[in-house]
């Protein structure tokens, strides 16, 4: 591992290079052929690395019983863009057969952010759990649990605050400052909870920020004597690119980031601004064809807004020949934007109005 | 504050003046005049020290509700006479007039010791508890719970942990590994946790030892800025000094250090051989009368074996005088410590049958 920390999850550090992220973490590539009826992200390489992926693929073709787990952050009223597709990984393993958990992270909010249990319940209730449904979570196949509600989780800080040591915390996070320790290890408790009363392997799909939290959770357990729990994998997406070209979206460029929900007739306005594969003249996008690889709408299309392979590889032919010009590519990503965010207000709305019904995990 | 630490809750380092440890940590030297009926420690300048002492002092004179708090750390079987001496103090709080809590710190234990919860429990309900009711703590007015049950205790370190930075912690500890920093600031939690319902003054008896985590406390109280505590008080036990004079007893010298229960026979060996007064000689010893203040055997009958101050004074003039020799000394601290390890005893044995009955508080 170089000295410098690539990632840093709570901050916006940027990812400079993925193949170098590999390297240094000895990450194994994704594979998607190791799974069934890979999803939109795994097809079009948005998920790109992965840790103890076959275990988990020999769980689904197995039918043995595994699980996915991820944690909301609840910060805010919006979604980012990278959470979403977070979330698609989530329904993706749910769908194949995992138990699926959701935690709503609380504690570790208060020790991180300064957002009261109080506060994190209602933003929790009123919108972020409500998003993760929309976004294609089943609830009736899932376990909610509030960190601050399941003294399991909070007893197992403890036990495995003890099997690290600062240098360590320091080297992989840079900022061990008591409140991002209790945040972090209160984490692993999380991420190791549902084998607490059953071994099982586990899946937790992150963003490449969040990527140290899975590293510190299997050192963890590798360093546990009497208690052997099953090293987590994971599958990590990259990061959801800026308008700007830039490699990530970041609420503080807000021109060039979008979240949900936003009005679609401000994103449309951020996409038509958006770094475009267009040449500077017709004449010459249609001799030499668009620059496809830098045009974020034509991103945007790809990881989120187009499900049919054949549909987008239609597009991306007429695009790269000059058939079809940057500003069609925009009219198409804005159209189908605003029907994606119609579609998730609606259901949001929908399902604001089940959320009381379901099922918590309690102390 | 000086750089160099001059206390450390985890290890045992020496605190080579109390007049320093006073100046350098802004306390108060302890003023007995304050409080009604001193015990014999708060009376013999064992209790040298404290941190808002007036506070307590004015709740006991108007009957106004305040605490008495201690943890018991659930790690071996055996009470050190530094902790006698805390348990002693807790007993004189809770008669005039304090509610008591006792935690047993079972996740402090484990996160710092890697004692497993169910070990700490054990441990505490075989020994600990009994030892600490056999020592004077009423049962029927004291609160008792365990930290790995007590959910508010567990949510309110996030809480607390985002008040402390790295630097602070370690300028305070020295070592700020995760398992101590949660250790601590579960601590914090337990410290100002009967102030949860509602805010009062709390007195925290404490072996000089364990000042950084009052210390600790007291600033995360000063930097909540939503909830207002009352910064806890604390009076400051000297260590119980080792049998050959230094300063703290410590079991890595068993020879020079009592614990409790012990084999009275082996106690009286160990008295045999401790540092004494007596001169040279029996003329010298006659002519020049005794060095009081170095016998090790007077400090056991002055911190812990004779009650009665006349009864203390009697012996020390004549001690001082040279009548008495510093055999006799010993033979009346053998004698009298055999009868006080008997009566421990025994108390323990009739406690250990009732420890069933008593109330915890539960998550």
Redesign the interface.
């Known amino acids: 591992m170089a000295k410098k920390r690539l990632i840093d999850p709570y901050g916006s550090e940027l990812v400079e290079d993925y193949t170098k992220l590999i390297a240094d973490f000895h990450l194994e590539k994704f594979d998607a052929s190791l799974f069934p009826k890979p999803n939109r992200l795994m097809r079009r390489g948005v998920v790109y690395a992965g840790l103890g992926q076959k275990i988990i693929s020999d769980a689904i073709k197995q039918k043995k019983p595994f699980y996915v787990l991820s944690g909301i952050m609840p910060t805010g009223d919006k979604i980012h863009f990278g959470t979403k597709m977070v979330v698609e990984n989530i329904a993706y393993f749910q769908k194949v057969g995992a138990e699926a958990y959701i935690l709503v992270a609380d504690?570790?909010a208060?020790?991180?952010r300064?957002v009261s249990?109080e506060q994190a319940r209602k933003r929790a209730f009123d919108f972020h759990i409500p998003a993760y449904i929309a976004l294609g979570l089943d609830p009736k196949k899932t376990t909610f649990y509030f960190q601050?509600?399941n003294?399991e989780v909070?007893?197992a800080?403890?036990?495995f605050?003890?099997k690290?040591?600062?240098n360590q915390?320091l080297a992989m996070y840079g900022?061990?400052?008591?409140?991002r320790?209790?945040?972090a290890?209160?984490q692993v408790a999380d991420i190791l909870y549902p084998q607490f009363k059953r071994r099982m392997p586990g899946v937790i799909p992150v963003g490449s920020d969040q990527l140290p939290h899975i590293l510190l959770t299997r050192d963890i357990v590798g360093r546990m004597k009497t208690q052997k729990f099953v090293p987590p994998s994971t599958v990590l997406n990259k990061y959801a690119p800026s308008l700007d070209g830039s490699m990530k979206m970041s609420k503080s460029q807000p021109e060039s980031c979008i979240e949900l929900p936003e009005d679609p007739k401000i994103v449309c306005k951020k996409i038509k601004r958006a770094l475009s594969g267009g040449r500077d003249t017709l004449e010459e996008h249609k001799r030499l064809g668009a620059d496809v690889e830098k045009d974020m709408a034509f991103e945007l299309l790809k990881q989120h807004l187009i499900e049919d392979d054949k549909e987008l590889e239609n597009i991306y032919k007429k695009y790269k020949s000059g058939k079809m010009t940057s500003g069609e590519i925009k009219e198409i990503a804005c159209e189908k934007m605003t029907e994606f965010m119609n579609t998730f207000e609606k259901k949001l709305e929908e399902v604001k109005k089940q959320v009381s019904k379901l099922k918590f995990v309690k102390?």
């Not at 900022?175 to 409140?179: F, I, K, R, S, T």
């Open positions: 504690l570790e208060e020790a991180t300064g249990l601050s509600e003294v909070m007893r800080t403890a036990l605050s003890k690290v040591t600062l915390f900022n061990a400052d008591p409140g320790i209790i945040g290890i209160t102390a």
